[in-house]
């Protein structure tokens, strides 16, 4: 198959051919590694190649609602049995998993042949992707750019036209920014509705999740059929929707009312560019006949966004011990910016880290009172368009502190000196409405409405109540039929890539 034949479907399109016998699994996979080579000296999506792997089982019998579908898998809490979990780190890169993730599980019993895991910032604990071990990871909408993190390797493959889906997760907005920075979708499903074990549970109290980036809404839909669901060692079964995700895109979507908001919940400065990728949703939605206004969830996201990542730095500090308990690594081992979040991580008591979790219902409750209100909430994806690569590398005052707080042991000290409040303009200002829904256990979406002067992507978000998913997908494929977005590209990316004959 020619790699301009490959690029018109869709990963329900490619089943489908598959399954009518109009192309074989191995030829759909030998396409996807043309595709990886003609692209990857530019973007630098991958870290583990699994070609071999992936062409015996593309020989072999697949069923499944994807069978035959080239995919990748993040290098991030998505383990492949026998493949090392870099994470994004050098120390665990040589460690191989001793077992496949649910999740993972869940993709090959669909049938997808996974050829590949994704980059992602060390631990994913940055919302771009350009970790010291694996280098930067390029937006193919310009290669100058981030694809945004921490999902920015899955999100820059299925831009480029590697593959038309590839896992992801989102703790902070791992999903949506990629996705926003790439011109594509992502869904961070619910608290619970993906699972993330079987290994580790649910990481950060369930606000990271599981979850795909694609370039149609249907893929994300069917994908999220095969995601969700409970398994034996969770920790609490998620409702099931009477219908599937799939099928819920064909039922008539209700106007909705939605209120939508541009200004920084933080206080921090906010592009023109995404305040135009709002207008111009807003627009839209008011076309197809839904009622749209100017609205605020009334939550303290400052307060907020200070909660998420003093949990956040803990949680890096409880990876990188037990990186370390696993490996024999010293702390030289690990990046230095990822040394001075573990360091105010440790500097958390006990009854801080409990008091912030407690708060997590007050901002719960906060946005349940607002879906009152509104069907839906609508804000910018993220406040400034992708930022180029470097741009966001450690400010100097950072680092001179952070040597400070390694030497020193005093990162108590600067907890409550104001460096935790410093930290959040610093690391949340140009992504600071993701934060919300992770908190909450809410769904949220990014799609690809706007484009910037630049030609680069800058996608909204929509945030759904308990339960939204079905919503969210529904609305997103009503947009995507109003102002389609499957046929653009990025333009200087080779045209090429179909494998030899």
């Known amino acids: 198959m020619d790699y301009s034949e490959y690029r018109r479907y869709d990963a329900v399109g490619l089943a489908e051919l598959v399954a009518r016998g109009d192309v074989a699994p191995a030829e759909l996979l030998e396409t996807a590694i043309a595709r990886l080579e003609a692209v990857e000296p530019s973007l630098n999506t991958i870290v583990q190649r699994l070609d071999d792997r992936a062409r015996v089982r593309a020989k072999g019998p697949l069923s499944g609602p994807f069978a035959g579908v080239p995919f990748l898998a993040k290098d991030l809490l998505q383990d492949v049995v026998g493949t090392p979990t870099g ?4 120390v665990l890169a040589q460690l191989p998993a001793a077992q496949n993730s649910v999740v993972v599980d869940r993709w090959l019993n669909a049938g997808l ?3 590949g895991k994704t980059n992602t910032p ?8 350009e970790p010291d071990a694996n280098g930067p990871t390029r937006n193919p ?8 993190g921490s999902s920015g390797g899955s999100a820059a493959a299925v831009a480029a036209g590697v593959v038309p889906v590839a896992g992801a997760n989102d703790g902070g907005g791992s999903i949506r920014i990629p996705a926003a920075c790439c011109g594509l979708v992502g869904l961070k499903p619910g608290r619970g509705v993906v699972p993330s074990g079987p290994i580790g549970g649910e990481s950060l109290h369930g606000a990271v999740t599981n979850g795909v980036i694609s370039r149609t809404v249907r893929d994300t839909a069917a994908m999220l059929d095969v995601m969700a669901g409970g398994y034996p060692a969770a920790p609490y079964s998620p409702a099931r929707a009477a219908t599937t995700f799939a099928s819920s895109l064909d039922a008539p979507l209700r106007r909705l009312r939605i209120g939508y908001a541009t200004a920084s919940p933080i206080g921090t400065g906010v592009d023109v560019e995404a305040v135009s990728a709002v207008d111009r949703a807003v627009a839209l939605l008011d076309e197809l006949g839904h009622r749209v206004e100017p609205a605020a969830t009334g939550i303290d996201e400052r307060h907020l966004a200070a909660d998420f990542l003093t949990m956040w730095f803990a949680s890096i500090a409880a990876e990188v011990d037990d990186a370390r308990r696993r490996t024999g690594a010293g702390h030289d081992g690990f990046e230095f910016d990822t040394r001075i979040l573990a360091e105010l991580g440790r500097s958390v008591s006990a009854p801080d880290y409990l008091a912030a979790l407690g708060r997590w219902a007050e901002y719960t409750r906060g946005l349940a009172a607002f879906h009152e209100r509104y069907d839906l909430l609508l804000t910018p994806t993220m406040a400034y368009p992708p930022a180029r690569i470097g741009q966001l590398s450690t400010p100097g005052w950072m680092r001179t502190v952070g040597r400070l707080l390694i030497a020193t042991r005093l990162g108590r000290v600067a907890h409550w000196g104001g460096l ?14 993701t934060q919300l829904a992770n908190i909450t256990g809410r769904p949220a979406i990014s799609v690809p409405l706007h484009w910037t002067a630049d030609e680069v992507p800058l996608g909204v978000q929509f945030v759904a109540p308990l339960g939204g998913e079905g919503l969210l997908l529904s609305l997103a494929a009503e947009l995507e039929q109003a102002q389609p977005w499957f046929d653009r590209q990025p333009p200087l990316l080779p045209v090429g890539g179909s494998p030899a004959r």
């Open 420 to 433: 935790v409040d410093r930290m959040v303009d610093e690391n949340l200002a140009r992504t600071p409405y």
């Open 122 to 129: 060390e631990f994913g604990a940055k919302n771009i992707t």
């Open 113 to 115: 042949v996974l050829f």
């Open 141 to 148: 909408w310009d290669t100058d750019l981030t694809p945004g």
């Open 87 to 90: 994470s994004g780190s050098r």
